[in-house]
Nanobody, 123 residues
Framework: QLQLVESGGGLVQPGGSLRLSCAASGFSLDYYAIAWFRQAPGKEREAVLCIYSSGDSVNYADSVEGRFTISRDNAKNTVYLQMNSLKPEDTGMYYC????????????????WGQGTQVTVSS
């Protein structure tokens, strides 16, 4: 069974950090582009960052520039989202998604999705 599983979410104070993980099972992420999306309460899901199999990345959200980074460890079949200097507006459900080759802004382009992990930034 092909599956993506996110972990690492939680409650953090403003200015804090979290590292989210997206682990694949049932298939290898090596040649997939992996994106992180997030959905705040009452808002549409938005693309945040995406990483190609080469390690090159694309930032889709200006609001996370300089604060969030995406990386991958193919040996562990896992992609990470390092989130620093977190703000209350970063609160939401974070999802990872996989496409066989390309990064896309549109969520409908991705073939596989995880169930999400909740991030809450609050004092």
């Amino acid at each position: 069974q092909l599956q993506l599983v996110e972990s690492g979410g939680g409650l953090v104070q403003p200015g804090g950090s979290l590292r989210l993980s997206c682990a694949a099972s049932g298939f290898s992420l090596d040649y997939y582009a992996i994106a992180w999306f997030r959905q705040a309460p009452g808002k549409e899901r938005e693309a945040v960052l995406c990483i190609y199999s080469s390690g090159d990345s694309v930032n889709y959200a200006d609001s996370v520039e300089g604060r969030f980074t995406i990386s991958r460890d193919n040996a562990k079949n896992t992609v990470y989202l390092q989130m620093n200097s977190l703000k209350p507006e970063d609160t939401g459900m974070y999802y990872c998604a996989a496409h066989p080759a390309l990064c896309w802004y549109a969520d409908g382009k991705y073939d596989y999705w995880g169930q999400g992990t909740q991030v809450t930034v609050s004092s």
